[in-house]
């Protein structure tokens, strides 16, 4: 547990369980987002109505949802309000009623979800990058049954949706416990007299068990393409490997990142859209799993295009290995230390930041660590960093939807 006091009026509550998409049993993909829908149906004696009502009767804000390695729950209120609040939170991890009438529901809803996800290129591309980038399940286990790993949404898959009953979802709830989860707490009170009241709450939560750590399977140098006959644009999705949130580069790493694609005026945004119009917009961002990193460009061109966005991307790639601007690097570190100062503002992004800070790092940042780390980072140290890099192409991931694939080099197209 984390806590952290602050003056105010409020209180931010975040709880993070180590339960997610990536641990969903092999054949029963969606288990983990139906579950955290289903503890909602009734919770300690009130059933969902009445639960709903205790929620509302304190003005609480609700948030979480479900991601690839945790499900999370957030509450915030009025400072009075935070013993009840953190027993209506216990309530639904610990004591939901788990209705078996409601499962046929939440399992429909998760597949209207599932075909919503097909409503956009941009989302049907998502999807695919997804499953061949990052799919393929893990030799990882809960008990003797296999993980379903990184392949599929949250809202799982038509066959994991129709194999889910009652009984599969309750064995996942079983699982839960006060091992390897993580509640981070800012009130206007002393940490002693916040973790009093967590205990009065939580006191009585069994252990449970504690997932083996899911890693994705990246699939180095693949090349996929999504066939859209009557698509008006291509779109593209280009990944590779990069250092993780707990490496000594990752910030050097950020640096670049909002200088190649931070705005407009990014690298990105001037190459691909200001000086040759291939397309509204072009982004770069870092994408974290499991403990690996990785990088992700995207954009969408018209077919008659779209080779030459992809071509200017790349170049765009190698060139950013020659290093940084001087100015470059300052509207850069400029920017990340505003979005920092904006973000710990909030009392819910503070209570996120501090798990976030617990599941990478392993400890608390200290107040301010975080600014100095990054005022203390050098232009020289960022370009040395870039010069480092392997050339990231040649096993990049190439995903791409439309009329026609994309090719990353002229020997591909020869090939």
């Not at 939560?205 to 644009?233: C, D, I, M």
């Not at 280009?238 to 200088?259: E, K």
């Not at 994408?287 to 061109?301: C, E, K, N, V």
């Not at 050098?378 to 960093?385: D, I, S």
Request: proline share 6%; net charge negative.
């Amino acid at each position: 547990m984390a806590a952290q006091p602050r003056a105010g009026a409020a209180f931010a509550v975040s709880l993070r369980l180590p339960w997610g998409s990536a641990h969903d049993p092999l054949g029963l993909e969606g288990t983990a987002g139906v579950l955290e829908e289903w503890l909602f149906k009734g919770a300690g004696g009130r059933g969902a109505r009445s639960l709903a009502n205790a929620f509302d009767a304190l003005g609480l804000r609700r948030g979480g949802g479900v991601g690839a390695e945790a499900t999370r729950l957030s509450l915030s209120g009025l400072n009075a309000d935070l013993p009840a609040a953190l027993h209506l939170l216990a309530d639904v991890v610990c004591r939901p009623e788990l209705p078996e009438a409601e499962v046929p529901v939440l399992t429909d809803l998760a597949r209207q979800d599932l075909e919503g996800l097909q409503d956009t290129p941009e989302e049907r591309l998502a999807l695919h990058t997804r499953t061949e980038v990052f799919g393929g399940p893990r030799s990882a286990a809960v008990g003797h049954a296999a993980l379903a790993g990184y392949g599929h949404p949250v809202s799982g898959t038509h066959a994991g949706l129709s194999a889910i009953n009652a009984a599969t979802l309750r064995a996942a709830h079983a699982r839960w416990g006060a091992q390897g989860s993580l509640l981070a707490v800012v009130a206007d009170l002393s940490a002693g007299e916040i973790l009093e009241q967590v205990e009065a709450a939580f006191g009585d939560w069994q252990p449970g068990a504690v997932p083996k750590a899911t890693e994705p399977h990246f699939h180095a140098g693949v090349r996929s393409h999504l066939y859209h006959p009557g698509s008006e644009q291509t779109h593209l999705s280009l990944s590779w490997p990069s250092v993780g949130a707990d490496h000594p580069d990752y910030l050097p790493s950020q640096l670049a990142l909002t200088a190649f694609s931070g705005g407009s005026a990014s690298r990105l945004f001037h190459a691909v859209r200001e000086e040759r119009g291939l397309a509204y917009a072009a982004q770069a961002s870092s994408l974290l799993l499991g403990s690996q990193g990785f990088w992700q460009l995207g954009a969408a061109s018209t077919p008659a295009r779209a080779q030459e966005t992809l071509d200017v991307l790349l170049a765009e790639t190698e060139r950013l290995r020659a290093g940084l601007s001087a100015h470059e690097f300052e509207r850069a570190q400029r920017g990340l230390l505003t979005g920092l100062a904006f973000s710990e503002e909030g009392l819910r992004a503070r209570a996120s930041a501090m798990l976030r800070d617990l599941v990478l790092l392993g400890r608390l940042r200290e107040p301010g660590e975080l600014h100095a780390q990054l005022r203390a980072i050098t232009h020289e140290e960022v370009n040395a960093y870039l010069a480092a890099l392997p050339d990231p192409l040649p096993d990049a991931a190439l995903v791409t939807l439309g009329r026609a694939p994309l090719h990353l080099s002229t020997r591909e197209l020869s090939a």
